[in-house]
């Protein structure tokens, strides 16, 4: 078989590459596919580093470069590994009215990083969202997927406190 | 399947629902989810296995039962005595008294009136079986009488006089723009191609607007359905649901609806002994805000770059891989079973003369109701605002109410007799958009929430044509520079000018509706407007210093 037909092979054993493949196989390798090849990749190792995007590039023959144009355009994917917690603070209109930008002001400030960065021991990722549709509980907060309502800044810094100390 | 077959489903599940006499719903839509309504739901149903009385009293969980704010929510009914009562604010621990309340009165510290406006004003089409099927089963939704719509379609109609209907009864697009849905679907029926294309837009990108998710997390078997109505009335035999990856739950409900469908055959080949066939798969957005255009939704299908296209050509003659494509949002499609069953000329009855049927809200800011309402078209702001929601909480005074998310507007307090319906919004320089209706009171500086959707749009604008890409970054950075007291009168004048300039070069929606928030507080705010620069102070005491910091450094992020 011609060499650049053949399959790439996973960059290493690890076992979740089956699940990228799988997805790969289900769109019948094809370029469409690689929006939901790349959910899955970030599904599965969280983030997609430049080895996954150069896998799942040659796997559905499109170029490197739009892999990686996809990846960075949309906000969803990230390239980055997030720390341990990650805490999702809703910047949508209903919770900024109510105060979200103050949370968001005393997270920075408590734990000195912005938004999509993490702190410098890998515990906390702070990131920010557009909306959470959680409007009628605003401002609403992610602790690690778990949807808090009606946060206060000294609520959250109870929770924060947990993790950076734990 | 065939009709028989769908009256069986429908029978025994009515048959065995007729078995229990009590029953309890356990709101389990997003909202009330992160309230714990799921321990709610788990100590109700130990509470009846313990008490044994499992073969009476069913425990359910159902899709959003409208007020948000006051979750978890549990609605009870008696059926002997017909009597329902709603539970607000309801924890584990109250499991029992509320199952010992069937029996007797109810329990008064957690009963949630439903005689107030906020239930009573409602008119529920699209919501009719949010809070009362339980989302996750077909056999629930079709003893609602669901896909009954589709089954009439395919048995005895054609698919002219589908389009005929949705043309009578006036819909119009429920993504904002209201283009009317029958003209679309005429124009795809039209189209030629070899393959043609449903797509349903459920990428709510507008921050403040969760109505389509709620649609699809407590009822996602009635867009499955207006999507296979669609796709039998413009012969289209693929369709894809393009939903927000931030939405785990509707995708996982959709998930599971799609399978359902599949398993008792309404999705798939030759649906009901026809020739219909139709497939439909979910497509994960990934978080960008301009995937909503439908150019650019078409692309991230593809798998490509949300960027938009030059329209025409229209989707609905070339559209996803290059064929007639007919995209509606979620609440249009959920709209569609209920006309068909129920004829267009009934659905016309509802609204105003060019606005028809009922439009589904998310009501949030500061108001006391918070949650989803769907309400007649017409109906006026200050109802929507003063009686539905009840009113601005803590004796405040009502500001503005924004709506149409970033694309949108701020409607001041000599707005509230104001009608709401597409035209009327237009013309107070707002639009309809998706249906996030935003309070806001008096704490609220119009310069802020100005700055706030232009940094918005900055973010999210795709940057392929150039008016959008630099027009909102430079008018992020007067509206910043106007925050942070440090504008002149000539930034007033440059502002002014990008805004009209931005609406007529743009490529696509986003950047042509990038200004409204501006153009319309400038309207009714410039008051505010003139004493942040020429008194360099800020009214509602929210700009500042520290304003200025934090716009510049999200512009820093930005050109990085």
């Given at each position: 078989m011609l060499s650049y037909l053949a399959k790439p092979t996973p960059p290493?054993?690890?076992?979740r590459w089956k699940l990228v493949d799988a997805t790969i196989r289900r769109q019948g390798q094809?370029?469409?596919g690689l929006i939901e090849t790349l959910h899955t990749v970030q599904e599965a190792f969280g983030y997609l580093d430049t080895q996954a995007l150069r896998y799942v590039a040659m796997s559905l023959r499109v170029p490197l470069s739009r892999a990686y144009g996809v990846a960075t355009f949309?906000?969803?994917?990230?390239?980055k590994p997030a720390g341990e917690h990650t805490c999702v603070i809703c910047m949508g209109t209903a919770c900024y009215i109510k105060g979200s930008q103050q949370l968001l002001d005393a997270v920075e400030r408590e734990l000195g990083i912005a938004p999509g960065e993490t702190t410098a021991d890998k515990k906390v990722s702070l990131l920010t969202a557009?909306?959470?549709?959680s409007c009628g509980l605003a401002p609403a907060v992610v602790y690690d997927q778990e949807v808090a309502g009606k946060v206060g800044t000294a609520a959250m810094r109870e929770h924060l406190k947990k993790w950076t100390q734990a | 399947m065939n009709p028989e077959e769908l009256d069986q489903i429908a029978e025994t599940e009515r048959k065995a629902q007729s078995q229990f006499t009590q029953r309890v719903n356990v709101c389990v839509a997003a909202g009330c989810l992160s309230c714990q309504s799921q321990s709610v739901k788990d100590a109700l149903d130990q509470e009846v296995a313990r008490r044994g009385t499992k073969d009476h009293c069913q425990v359910k969980g159902v899709g959003c039962?409208?007020?948000?704010?006051?979750?978890p929510l549990v609605s009870t009914n008696v059926v002997s005595s017909g009597a329902g009562i709603l539970y607000k604010k309801?924890?584990?621990?109250d499991g029992a008294a509320i199952l010992d309340s069937l029996?007797?009165?109810?329990v008064s510290r957690l009963v949630c009136r439903t005689d107030v406006p906020f239930f009573q004003r409602q008119k529920k089409?699209?919501?009719?079986?949010s809070g009362v099927i339980?989302?996750?089963r077909v056999e629930d939704y079709v003893a609602a009488n669901g896909y009954s719509a589709l089954i009439k379609a395919l048995t005895e109609m054609t698919s002219r006089e589908v389009i005929e209907q949705v043309t009578k009864s006036g819909l119009r697009g429920?993504?904002?723009?209201?283009?009317p849905t029958g003209l679309k679907w005429s124009t795809v029926s039209k189209s030629v191609g070899t393959q043609k294309y449903v797509v349903c837009n459920?990428?709510?990108?507008?921050?403040?607007?969760?109505m389509d998710r709620s649609v699809l997390e407590s009822d996602p078997h009635r867009v499955l359905e207006g999507m296979l109505i669609a796709a039998y009335a413009v012969g289209a035999s693929e369709g894809y649901i393009y939903v927000r990856a931030e939405y785990p739950l509707a995708i996982k409900r959709l998930r599971n609806a799609i399978r359902q469908a599949e398993r008792i055959g309404l999705?798939?080949?030759?649906?009901?002994?026809?020739?219909f066939s139709f497939r439909v798969d979910l497509r994960l957005g990934?978080?960008?805000?301009?995937?909503?255009?439908e150019t650019a939704l078409i692309a991230s299908v593809e798998g490509k770059r949300g960027m938009p296209r030059p329209r025409p050509p229209y989707p609905a003659m070339?559209?996803?891989?290059?064929q007639p494509t007919l995209i509606n949002n979620v609440e249009t499609f959920a709209n569609i079973a209920p006309i068909i069953r129920n004829g267009g000329e009934w659905y016309a009855q509802i609204g105003t003369e060019k606005s028809k049927g009922t439009k589904v809200f998310a009501l949030a800011g500061r108001v006391e109701n918070t949650g989803l309402v769907e309400v007649p078209m017409g109906i006026s702001l200050r109802e929507m605002v003063f009686e539905i929601g009840g009113?601005?909480?803590?004796?405040r005074k009502f500001k503005a109410v924004q709506t149409g998310g970033p694309s949108g507007g701020c409607l001041p307090a000599?707005?509230?007799?104001?009608?709401?319906d597409y035209e009327s919004l237009a013309r107070a320089g707002s639009i309809m958009g998706s249906g996030g209706m935003i309070v806001m009171d008096e704490s609220s500086c119009m310069v802020d929430v100005a700055k706030y959707f232009m940094d918005f749009c900055m973010t999210e604008s795709?940057?392929?044509?150039?008016p959008c890409r630099v027009g909102t970054y430079q008018m992020h950075r007067i509206l910043s520079a106007i925050a942070s007291m440090t504008a002149t009168p000539e930034d007033m004048k440059m502002l002014a000018e990008l805004c009209d300039l931005l609406k007529h070069t743009s490529l696509c929606g986003l950047g042509q509706s990038a200004p409204n928030p501006v153009v319309s507080t400038l309207r009714s705010f410039a008051e505010e407007y003139r004493a942040h620069i020429?008194?360099?102070?800020?009214p509602a005491g929210v700009c500042g210093a520290q304003a200025a910091e934090a716009g510049e450094a999200a512009a820093e992020r930005e050109t990085v």
């Amino acid at each position: 078989m011609l060499s650049y037909l053949a399959k790439p092979t996973p960059p290493t054993q690890d076992k979740r590459w089956k699940l990228v493949d799988a997805t790969i196989r289900r769109q019948g390798q094809q370029q469409r596919g690689l929006i939901e090849t790349l959910h899955t990749v970030q599904e599965a190792f969280g983030y997609l580093d430049t080895q996954a995007l150069r896998y799942v590039a040659m796997s559905l023959r499109v170029p490197l470069s739009r892999a990686y144009g996809v990846a960075t355009f949309y906000h969803f994917f990230t390239l980055k590994p997030a720390g341990e917690h990650t805490c999702v603070i809703c910047m949508g209109t209903a919770c900024y009215i109510k105060g979200s930008q103050q949370l968001l002001d005393a997270v920075e400030r408590e734990l000195g990083i912005a938004p999509g960065e993490t702190t410098a021991d890998k515990k906390v990722s702070l990131l920010t969202a557009r909306c959470l549709g959680s409007c009628g509980l605003a401002p609403a907060v992610v602790y690690d997927q778990e949807v808090a309502g009606k946060v206060g800044t000294a609520a959250m810094r109870e929770h924060l406190k947990k993790w950076t100390q734990a | 399947m065939n009709p028989e077959e769908l009256d069986q489903i429908a029978e025994t599940e009515r048959k065995a629902q007729s078995q229990f006499t009590q029953r309890v719903n356990v709101c389990v839509a997003a909202g009330c989810l992160s309230c714990q309504s799921q321990s709610v739901k788990d100590a109700l149903d130990q509470e009846v296995a313990r008490r044994g009385t499992k073969d009476h009293c069913q425990v359910k969980g159902v899709g959003c039962m409208g007020l948000c704010s006051e979750g978890p929510l549990v609605s009870t009914n008696v059926v002997s005595s017909g009597a329902g009562i709603l539970y607000k604010k309801v924890e584990a621990a109250d499991g029992a008294a509320i199952l010992d309340s069937l029996e007797g009165e109810p329990v008064s510290r957690l009963v949630c009136r439903t005689d107030v406006p906020f239930f009573q004003r409602q008119k529920k089409i699209v919501l009719e079986n949010s809070g009362v099927i339980d989302p996750e089963r077909v056999e629930d939704y079709v003893a609602a009488n669901g896909y009954s719509a589709l089954i009439k379609a395919l048995t005895e109609m054609t698919s002219r006089e589908v389009i005929e209907q949705v043309t009578k009864s006036g819909l119009r697009g429920r993504g904002g723009a209201g283009y009317p849905t029958g003209l679309k679907w005429s124009t795809v029926s039209k189209s030629v191609g070899t393959q043609k294309y449903v797509v349903c837009n459920a990428d709510e990108g507008d921050p403040g607007a969760f109505m389509d998710r709620s649609v699809l997390e407590s009822d996602p078997h009635r867009v499955l359905e207006g999507m296979l109505i669609a796709a039998y009335a413009v012969g289209a035999s693929e369709g894809y649901i393009y939903v927000r990856a931030e939405y785990p739950l509707a995708i996982k409900r959709l998930r599971n609806a799609i399978r359902q469908a599949e398993r008792i055959g309404l999705l798939g080949s030759n649906i009901c002994g026809t020739r219909f066939s139709f497939r439909v798969d979910l497509r994960l957005g990934a978080g960008a805000f301009v995937c909503g255009e439908e150019t650019a939704l078409i692309a991230s299908v593809e798998g490509k770059r949300g960027m938009p296209r030059p329209r025409p050509p229209y989707p609905a003659m070339e559209g996803l891989f290059g064929q007639p494509t007919l995209i509606n949002n979620v609440e249009t499609f959920a709209n569609i079973a209920p006309i068909i069953r129920n004829g267009g000329e009934w659905y016309a009855q509802i609204g105003t003369e060019k606005s028809k049927g009922t439009k589904v809200f998310a009501l949030a800011g500061r108001v006391e109701n918070t949650g989803l309402v769907e309400v007649p078209m017409g109906i006026s702001l200050r109802e929507m605002v003063f009686e539905i929601g009840g009113g601005i909480p803590e004796g405040r005074k009502f500001k503005a109410v924004q709506t149409g998310g970033p694309s949108g507007g701020c409607l001041p307090a000599d707005c509230l007799d104001m009608p709401v319906d597409y035209e009327s919004l237009a013309r107070a320089g707002s639009i309809m958009g998706s249906g996030g209706m935003i309070v806001m009171d008096e704490s609220s500086c119009m310069v802020d929430v100005a700055k706030y959707f232009m940094d918005f749009c900055m973010t999210e604008s795709c940057g392929k044509c150039i008016p959008c890409r630099v027009g909102t970054y430079q008018m992020h950075r007067i509206l910043s520079a106007i925050a942070s007291m440090t504008a002149t009168p000539e930034d007033m004048k440059m502002l002014a000018e990008l805004c009209d300039l931005l609406k007529h070069t743009s490529l696509c929606g986003l950047g042509q509706s990038a200004p409204n928030p501006v153009v319309s507080t400038l309207r009714s705010f410039a008051e505010e407007y003139r004493a942040h620069i020429e008194d360099h102070k800020c009214p509602a005491g929210v700009c500042g210093a520290q304003a200025a910091e934090a716009g510049e450094a999200a512009a820093e992020r930005e050109t990085v």
